[in-house]
């Protein structure tokens, strides 16, 4: 999940595995799985950026809990 701000700054957590693509207009514009559209701030970088943080999180903590059950 990321967190990103609608245009009048409240935030938005938005899981990033239902992404399905972010259109870069003044604001980006995401588009879900589900074609539901959230205009957000954030840059189209800065919400990849964000989705890479957040995948690497997952992953590391995976890798982590299944090194452990090998002991």
Partial sequence: MI???R???S???INCNLIESIEATPDSVITLQNDKKIIVKEKVDEIINSIIEYQRKVFKNAIHISANEEK
């Fill in 11 to 13: 935030e938005i957590i």
């Fill in 3 to 5: 967190t990103l701000h």
């Fill in 7 to 9: 245009l009048n700054n």
